[in-house]
């Protein structure tokens, strides 16, 4: 009886280690070591390409996007993705078409959506997208991983205005009056005296004073003159006109005189 009671034992515990060994075979299975490449190698593709660029800092747990840096991020579709342990994404700065700068998974930012594995990285903007490779535990169809979007550098920043409205106001009032008074007054009285006394044997004394103003050519027709000028010319006058009654009145007391002898 109790060789039997072993035996029984032995078989229970044998069963039960069986079992546990069936149940943990898919788990095992499931992950696998695999190294999924990039789908989109070898297309060139930039940030601000329109298939993949959802503006600028609307990438999912990359909020806090930088002015200048673009965001790219991958994704490992499916469910049977236990970790990401290894990421090596290549972008070409030079414009040769090549890969020449790179970036692995310490570089990069876990995230998830609905339990899907995904890593973000930050570039500066203007890198091409040109390789990738992973090495994950689990699968994903056709052993591919995708870029599911990108967020370009200021993609989403309005253009700042320029507003340089060009006001000239130069009015440049010229004023050049060209007042040209050349008031030319000529006063040219021309007075003439020339008194002539002749006395005649018959004892008469004649003056004629004859005065003549011209203004002008002719001697006709002369303008009036008027101020210092003609009152000069009234006192010249009746100066001579003095003289002259003076001298006939000397004239006549000298005929008066008779001589004896």
Same mark, same amino acid.
């Given at each position: 009886?109790?060789?039997?009671?072993?035996?029984?034992?032995?078989?229970?515990?044998?069963?039960?280690?069986?079992?546990?060994?069936?149940?943990?075979?898919?788990?095992?299975?499931?992950?696998?070591?695999?190294?999924?490449?990039?789908?989109?190698?070898?297309?060139?593709?930039?940030?601000?390409?329109?298939?993949?660029?959802?503006?600028?800092?609307?990438?999912?747990?990359?909020?806090?996007?930088?002015?200048?840096?673009?965001?790219?991020?991958?994704?490992?579709?499916?469910?049977?993705?236990?970790?990401?342990?290894?990421?090596?994404?290549?972008?070409?700065?030079?414009?040769?078409?090549?890969?020449?700068?790179?970036?692995?998974?310490?570089?990069?930012?876990?995230?998830?959506?609905?339990?899907?594995?995904?890593?973000?990285?930050?570039?500066?903007?203007?890198?091409?997208?040109?390789?990738?490779?992973?090495?994950?535990?689990?699968?994903?169809?056709?052993?591919?991983?995708?870029?599911?979007?990108?967020?370009?550098?200021?993609?989403?920043?309005?253009?700042?205005?320029?507003?340089? *409205?060009? +006001? @000239? =106001? !130069? #009015?440049?009032? /010229? %004023? &050049?009056?060209?007042?040209? $008074?050349? *008031?030319? +007054? @000529? =006063? !040219? #009285?021309?007075? /003439? %005296? &020339?008194?002539?006394?002749? $006395?005649? *044997?018959?004892?008469?004394? !004649?003056?004629?004073? /004859?005065? &003549?103003?011209?203004?002008?050519?002719?001697?006709?027709?002369?303008?009036?003159?008027?101020?210092?000028?003609?009152?000069?010319?009234?006192?010249?006058?009746?100066?001579?006109?003095?003289?002259?009654?003076?001298?006939?009145?000397?004239?006549?007391?000298?005929?008066?005189?008779?001589?004896?002898?």
């Amino acid at each position: 009886m109790p060789q039997r009671r072993h035996v029984a034992r032995a078989a229970v515990t044998a069963s039960a280690a069986a079992a546990c060994l069936a149940l943990a075979t898919p788990a095992w299975a499931s992950a696998a070591v695999t190294n999924p490449t990039l789908h989109q190698a070898g297309k060139h593709i930039l940030a601000s390409n329109g298939e993949f660029n959802k503006g600028f800092g609307k990438c999912a747990g990359a909020e806090q996007q930088q002015a200048g840096q673009d965001i790219w991020v991958f994704i490992w579709p499916g469910n049977n993705v236990e970790s990401v342990d290894a990421v090596k994404i290549g972008w070409d700065t030079d414009n040769d078409g090549t890969a020449d700068a790179f970036k692995t998974l310490d570089e990069g930012h876990f995230t998830t959506d609905s339990g899907t594995k995904k890593v973000w990285f930050a570039t500066p903007a203007g890198w091409k997208l040109e390789s990738g490779e992973s090495t994950i535990h689990g699968q994903v169809p056709q052993d591919w991983f995708n870029l599911t979007h990108t967020c370009a550098a200021g993609s989403t920043e309005s253009p700042s205005p320029s507003a340089s *409205p060009s +006001a @000239s =106001e !130069s #009015p440049s009032p /010229s %004023e &050049s009056p060209s007042a040209s $008074e050349s *008031p030319s +007054a @000529s =006063e !040219s #009285p021309s007075t /003439s %005296e &020339s008194p002539s006394t002749s $006395e005649s *044997p018959t004892g008469g004394t !004649s003056v004629s004073p /004859s005065t &003549s103003v011209g203004g002008g050519a002719g001697g006709e027709g002369g303008l009036p003159l008027t101020g210092v000028a003609a009152t000069s010319i009234a006192l010249t006058g009746v100066v001579l006109i003095g003289g002259g009654v003076v001298l006939m009145t000397l004239r006549r007391r000298r005929d008066k005189v008779t001589f004896t002898s």
